[in-house]
């Protein structure tokens, strides 16, 4: 998939780097520096549905990851 777009923004204090891309769905892939997070994030990756979008989370290095799917 081609990015759409990109961008990098403060959120409370946490930088983090967002790329989109489309590709029948828009997906939304962010990352930030673990130490960033509490220290209570998960080992494995966790999926939480809102509505028609779906995050899911996970460690990656010292990145946190954190893809949005919503449907077009």
Not at 13 to 36: E, R, V
Not at 48 to 59: G, H, I, N, Q, T
Request: charged share 20%.
């Amino acid at each position: 998939m081609s990015p759409l777009s990109c961008a990098i923004f403060d959120y409370g204090g946490t930088q983090l780097s967002m790329i989109c891309f489309k590709d029948g769905k828009l997906y939304h892939l962010s990352t930030a520096a673990q130490q960033n997070f509490p220290d209570v994030l998960p080992e494995r990756a966790q999926i939480y549905p809102v509505e028609d979008k779906a995050f899911k989370f996970w460690l990656g290095g010292e990145q946190v990851r954190i893809i949005g799917v919503e449907e077009d």
